[in-house]
């Protein structure tokens, strides 16, 4: 569940997605728990994916949603020890044939403090096979939307 700010941060490149904190996302120290990350990952791309038209349907679901994710990493930085909206800054290093990296960072709803920030590798994958399979334009012209400027040389 994603939770609604009037207030989006403006970002250079990629997109922020508020997301939700429950009191069971929190271990018993207080903290949000290390595996919720990658949930509340998956909570701030959905969102971003859906609106432009690529959903979860059941048989309907496009094909670029079948996916697997081939690493995840992930530094923390500063725990999370509140419940309510933490900021979700995500953006693509990589959209190849078959295969794309994101970058990540999870922030305080201001910006000013960065509580945790990684990577996600993911591969597009052919239903019936299992194996890797082409973006489609669909797919290709979202994610451009997303990609982070190459940095100018030096």
Do not use: K
Not at 64 to 88: C, M, Q
């Amino acid at each position: 569940m994603t939770h609604a700010v009037a207030d989006q941060p403006t970002v250079e490149f990629g997109h922020v997605e508020h997301v939700t904190v429950h009191f069971d996302d929190l271990d018993a120290m207080g903290i949000l728990h290390n595996a919720r990350y990658a949930v509340l990952l998956e909570r701030a791309l959905t969102p971003y994916w859906t609106e432009r038209g690529l959903a979860y349907r059941g048989s309907a679901t496009p094909p670029d949603l079948f996916h697997a994710v081939r690493e995840f990493t992930i530094s923390y930085r500063a725990p999370i020890a509140a419940t309510g909206p933490v900021a979700v800054h995500f953006w693509l290093e990589h959209f190849g044939t078959s295969s794309a990296e994101y970058a990540f960072e999870f922030r305080s709803v201001d910006g000013g403090t960065l509580h945790a920030e990684g990577r996600r590798a993911i591969v597009r994958l052919d239903p019936a096979t299992l194996r890797p399979a082409p973006w489609t334009e669909a797919a290709r012209a979202i994610a451009v939307t997303l990609l982070r400027p190459a940095a100018t040389p030096a």
